[in-house]
């Protein structure tokens, strides 16, 4: 788990999970939306490294 202070992520925002060597994000239903680089999230969508992933007004990234 990973938890966000952030007024606009939900307690339950999104999933990110591993499948074998690569990595999904999913938006879990919240209000304000997940998204991918500009992106919103609608589908569990695979996350590149790199790629900004924002939750609420808090951005992070996959590094190796």
């Known amino acids: 788990d990973l938890v966000l202070v952030?007024?606009?992520?939900s307690g339950?925002?999104?999933r990110?999970?591993?499948?074998g060597t690569?990595?999904?994000?999913e938006d879990l239903g919240s209000t304000n939306g997940t998204y991918l680089?500009?992106?919103?999230v609608t589908t569990?969508?695979?996350?590149?490294?790199?790629t900004p992933?924002?939750?609420g007004k808090?951005?992070?990234?996959l590094r190796p």
Do not use: C, M, S
């Not at 690569?22 to 994000?25: V, Y």
């Not at 569990?44 to 790199?50: A, D, E, S, Y």
């Open 37 to 40: 680089a500009r992106n919103k």
């Open 53 to 55: 992933v924002r939750v």
């Open 16 to 19: 990110l999970f591993p499948q």
């Open 22 to 25: 690569r990595w999904f994000l």
């Open 58 to 61: 808090t951005v992070i990234e």
């Open 12 to 14: 339950r925002h999104a």
């Open 6 to 9: 952030d007024d606009y992520a």
């Open 44 to 50: 569990p969508t695979r996350v590149p490294l790199g």
